[in-house]
């Protein structure tokens, strides 16, 4: 392991200044379009953004009191954007450089919201390769990313205007497991819990879920000690890709991607400590093909989670116990296309959008807000290759 190291960026003061007059300007764009865009589009519209694998960032738009998704079209080009994420607050996108012949980075894109065009504001460094995953911790303006091919994460500095800062931290990892695909360590996803005191990585080379100090005045990430935190060691081949708290802040969430299975997990904050609660499949007993879990997102209420089972190409949706936070199976259902790979739960709650890699789809699924199922709206819209997905308004 290594300990996490300061980095400065000697351009860092020419990017932001850069920044922050090119946001100056587009804030303009938002006044004199922003009104526009909402009388000749739906009102009820959002922007959709989709990560491919085709060095591509895609737009669309969604009628939320429809679910029609209209095409855009490519609207960033260059890195290898995987995975996109939005700010909290701002219209502001972040894309990853998901190409493993190189150090990975993360560019920040400036969203017109007439348009829904992207315009680049900057790119920071990852400090590590394979960048696939990329949290916001809004309360210290913290951007993380998950180096899966060098299995690290790194914390990178956000400005007020949304301009990257400069990376703080890099932790990087050994381990391995018994799968092909465990030789190394290989950071899935990462997660600051409700405390902000620790961030939790999910390894899915290591099979075991790092649980890191941080500390949100410094961006700081510092490896964990015997005294403070240790990590969740998974059974063996495994695979820990994704993970999400419940709305209380104590059940825990962990997908994983190679034996397909939601682990509910209990998390003590003054420990730092992960225990084990619940272990459910996420294929039906039927399937006898290659397992795969893809990615797991709690509801806006806290009252359900939903699952991506790539292997079996479907979406799966489980209740919470409000007292224990362990799941029950509530549904299971297509995801209306081939290698679901990513999905998100819209602002308003209302819909779920499937990114569909195998088949280039991005599908539109209603969420029944009382039952917390899905029902598939017959609504898609052609994106190949799509990963990820992230909304603005």
Known sequence: MTQPLQQRNP???YRVAAATALLTVLAGVYSMHGSAATSSESPEAEWVYVGTQKSQIQALRLDTSTGKLTAIG????GPKSTWVAVNPQLPILYGVDDD???EGSVTAYAVDRATGALTQVNTVNTGGNGSTYLAFDLPSMTLFS?????????SITVNQDGSLGSLVSTIKETGSGPNRRQASAHAHSVVVDPSGQYA????????????????????????ADETRSQSFVVPPGSGPRHIAFGR???AVYLLTELSAEIMVLRWDASQG??????????SSPEFAGAKSGAELAVSHDGRFVYVEDRGGNALVVYSVNADSGALSLVQRTSAGGQKPWGFAIDPSGNWLLVANQQSGTVNAFRVDPVSGMVSDSGQSADVPTAVSVAFVK
């Open 200 to 223: 939790l990585v999910p390894d899915l080379g290591a099979d075991r879920v790092f649980v890191y100090g941080f500390d949100r005045a410094t961006h700081m990430l510092s490896p």
């Open 11 to 13: 351009l860092t003061r």
């Open 74 to 77: 490519a609207v960033a080009q």
């Open 273 to 282: 400590h992960l225990t084990w609660v619940q272990s459910l499949p996420i």
């Open 100 to 102: 493993n012949a190189r």
């Open 146 to 154: 998950a180096n899966y091919a060098s299995g690290s994460v790194s």
């Open 248 to 250: 209380n802040g104590q």
